[in-house]
């Protein structure tokens, strides 16, 4: 599987791979981080952090530090909606769209 394949994948589950340096950061709804999931990313971290360095998609190299550990659906929070409580930035966009 390529790590394109896999940072689609990730995305099409709600979620959304980032770098913090060279760790990745994965924030996808609690109950779509599966156990089968977890290994694919441990299997093929090598290669999604050079796709995601090459492809730009990280261009600072560095993720955004979570503003609270976690948000409602258990990712880390990226930050603050409306109502003053934190989001991942999942959960902000679908804030955003719905209000």
Not at 28 to 52: D, N, S
Request: charged share 20%; aromatic share 4%.
């Amino acid at each position: 599987m390529s790590a394109q394949i896999i940072v689609k994948r990730i995305e099409k589950l709600g979620g959304k791979i980032v770098l913090d340096g060279d760790e990745l950061v994965v924030c996808v709804p609690q109950k779509a981080l599966t156990p089968g999931l977890k290994e694919i990313l441990r299997k093929h971290k090598l290669e999604i952090v050079a796709y995601l360095k090459s492809s730009g998609q990280d261009p600072d190299g560095a993720a955004m530090p979570p503003t609270d550990p976690a948000c409602p659906c258990g990712c880390p929070a990226w930050g603050r909606g409306r109502d003053g409580l934190s989001y991942c930035w999942a959960c902000l966009a679908l804030q955003a769209m719905t209000h």
